[in-house]
């Protein structure tokens, strides 16, 4: 490139060397002619061209600077061109890898949420077939205490056997009202631990600790025992998760499956105390005289 320019300056010095003479000082015509522009100054020009010396040289640099510039420039573009493309390759299979990831994830996340819904569609199920079976039963038992009642109406219009019935079952009201209040207890235990399941903030432990002190209750309680009340218990803590909504606090409007069995508890008590009473004349342990 310096040996271009250098060879380019040597042109225009010699150049302008052959046009005037420069070891003549007085006549270098930079300075104006004196004869002026008469017919007899017809020997050179008013200016000569050592001017034109530096103006070419100028123009030479000028021109390889210009074109040394663009190789240069285009260089520079051609580098960023390719960190460009290799940037925007790396972010494309980087975005490619991350959509597959996301698209995995979001595809585990529905398998997922399709088998907690046919879960919960299957509690529901259970739910509502239990809770059929539980009407089945409620209407068969209050059959069972329609005949009874005509039984007893029958037993108590029988002379000496309606008395002893009417004894027995005297007897047994201790215990029915016992039993009525033991339910009534469970009911209120049942709310409140109802309301625990539904609470956002009130800790599992204690609803499971409320739900183990019912449990002992009704198993270890013998007036109530042989109502088999400890089934039917740990039925309602697994199934039944009924809530009302988050601004509910009307503890009543909580659970579902634990009302139908409350019914069922109380029907179940009133043919228990006619069974007992039953028992108790039938082994003779009621005497009619005793009346």
Not at 135 to 153: F, S, Y
């Amino acid at each position: 490139m310096l040996l271009m320019l250098g060879s380019a300056v040597c042109v225009c010095l010699f150049t302008a060397a052959s046009m005037n003479n420069l070891n003549n000082p007085p006549r270098w015509n930079i300075q104006q002619d004196p004869r002026g522009r008469e017919a007899g100054a017809g020997d050179g020009n008013p200016w000569n061209y050592a001017l034109l010396v530096p103006m070419l040289g100028l123009a030479a640099f000028r021109w390889i600077w210009t074109k040394e510039s663009q190789q240069e420039i285009q260089r520079v573009k051609d580098e960023c061109s390719k960190d460009v493309y290799a940037i925007k390759s790396e972010l494309e299979a980087r975005y490619q890898e991350t959509l597959t990831e996301t698209r995995r994830a979001a595809a585990t996340l529905e398998l997922e949420l399709e088998k907690e819904k046919q879960r919960g569609e299957g509690y529901r199920h259970a739910i509502v077939s239990q809770r059929q079976q539980l009407v089945v039963e409620q209407k068969k038992l209050q059959q069972e205490r329609d005949v009874l009642n005509g039984e007893k109406q029958r037993w108590l219009t029988s002379g000496a056997a309606g008395a002893a019935l009417r004894e027995a079952l005297e007897r047994e009201n201790n215990w029915c009202l016992y039993a009525t209040a033991t339910l009534k207890e469970l009911e209120s235990q049942l709310m409140e631990r109802q309301d625990a399941y539904c609470s956002y903030i009130q800790p599992r432990d204690q609803r499971l600790e409320m739900e183990k002190n019912m449990l002992l209750k009704v198993v270890k309680d013998p007036a109530v025992a042989e109502l088999g009340l400890e089934s039917d218990l740990k039925d309602i803590f697994k199934r039944d998760s009924y809530c009302a909504n988050a601004l509910n606090t009307d503890r009543r409007r909580n659970g579902s499956l634990m009302w139908v069995y409350l019914k069922y508890w109380h029907l179940k008590v009133a043919m228990q105390r006619h069974k007992r009473a039953e028992t108790a004349v039938l082994e003779g342990k009621v005497q009619p005289h005793s009346k």
